[in-house]
DNA sequence: CAGCTAAACGGACCGTGGTCCGTTTCGTAT
DNA sequence: ATACGAAACGGACCACGGTCCGTTTAGCTG
């Protein structure tokens, strides 16, 4: 024990884990492109994990050391076709990103998250069976409306105001009825929007 | 083609589908029966399909001729739990029943959704997977909270504004630090008084 | 009661998610 | 360069959900 050069960590580990060693990465990027591109040709539902693999030149056992399970990879996949989404959101043009006042972000907030809900439907099912949720993506999402509510002066319990303004933005997932195809669409957006409305005391 | 009397439906067939075999209906509770039990058991996270058919006395392509899925036995099990809740709040005392006004018959049944949905937290992950959540008990507690707003003369968009309200009351699906003891479902309560106030517009 | 049909039955069978463990590779320390 | 421990790899393996189809049975008709 004279030799004290056994210790790692001679930087406080900032970065808490440690970092992933070179062949995980590449396998890592290997597999989100695969799954990517198979959930793309083949819609998530069909996608297996084997499929998965075969088509990143990976073994089965890999896939699950990176992502879990079958949920976390679609979870994985789903949360980078959102950072777009989430860039404009934090720093994109108003008004849904920063510029215009609280509202009018919010409005936007609403209207771009209803469309992006309907666009990823399918995956965001595959990714969230169980409603377990802490993916990134709803955590971001309730980030930020608590953000915008509390810019609004809103006060009281904000997890339970952002959890009810959240909810009707996934009715996609629950009614196939209500898609792109107009109608149906734009009756719930009017229909939050009053929501929102209620929730932050307008008149 | 000369005799008619090939054709069964002498009266305009009321009931909708044909009712259920004999056989069928003995299997159906028995199975009812088994999966109930095992849940109580073992937990529903631990139950298999192999297991209720065994336990009643059943081949497995029966269980799932029944109940169509895991889901659905699942669901199935979960509605028979909640009946006595659903009949409270149908017909049984004030003020979760008849009688009270509109926003006390709502306040009463927030605080009970909340504690029912911890109590069955579990079985309710089960039984909807991937949030189909066309089953009986969803329906029946969205089409109860519209009646209340209706009641109370709230206009607009009931299905959003319903969908906000019970959305909160499933807290404790997605964050298990929501349990009944005591301090964080009081406090998800109490935000929720606060909600159902902003929603309805009560000063 | 015999005969018939549609429905229910059961369990072998299959595909897929997830695990396990012997082998290989990376990164470092000497 | 070599040696070595930790971490990653791969694919055989297992368990469970769900299907299929040959067999049995309920309930009607005459």
New interface residues.
């Given amino acids: 024990m004279s030799h004290p050069s056994t210790e790692p960590p001679l930087l406080p580990l900032l970065g808490g884990p440690p970092p992933e060693r070179r062949d995980a990465a590449r396998n890592r990027e290997r597999l989100l492109d695969a799954a990517t591109a198979l959930v793309e040709r083949c819609g998530p539902r069909a996608v297996t994990m084997d499929a998965v693999a075969a088509a990143a030149g990976v073994g089965k056992g890999t896939v699950f050391r990176r992502f879990r399970s079958r949920e976390g990879l679609m979870a994985a996949v789903l949360d980078h076709s959102e950072t777009e989404w989430q860039a404009h959101v934090l720093s994109g043009p108003p008004p849904l990103g920063p510029g215009a006042d609280a509202w009018d972000r919010l409005l936007a907030f609403g209207r771009t998250r209803l469309e992006t809900t309907i666009l990823h439907a399918e995956l965001i ?2 990714a ?7 993916g990134g993506a709803q955590a971001f999402a309730t980030t930020h409306v608590r953000y915008l509510l509390t810019q609004l002066g809103v006060t ?2 904000l ?3 952002a ?6 933005l ?2 996609p ?2 009614d196939p009825q209500v898609s792109l195809d107009r109608f149906p669409v734009d ?2 957006y ?3 929007v ?2 929102a409305g ?2 932050t ?1 307008r008149p």
Same sequence: chains 1, 2.
């Avoid at 959890?163 to 009707?168: D, G, V, Y």
């Fill in positions: 099912r595959e969230d069976r169980s409603g377990a949720r802490s009281g319990n997890t339970v105001l959890t009810a303004l959240l909810a009707p996934e009715l997932l629950r009756r719930v009017e229909g939050w009053d929501l209620r929730i005391r």
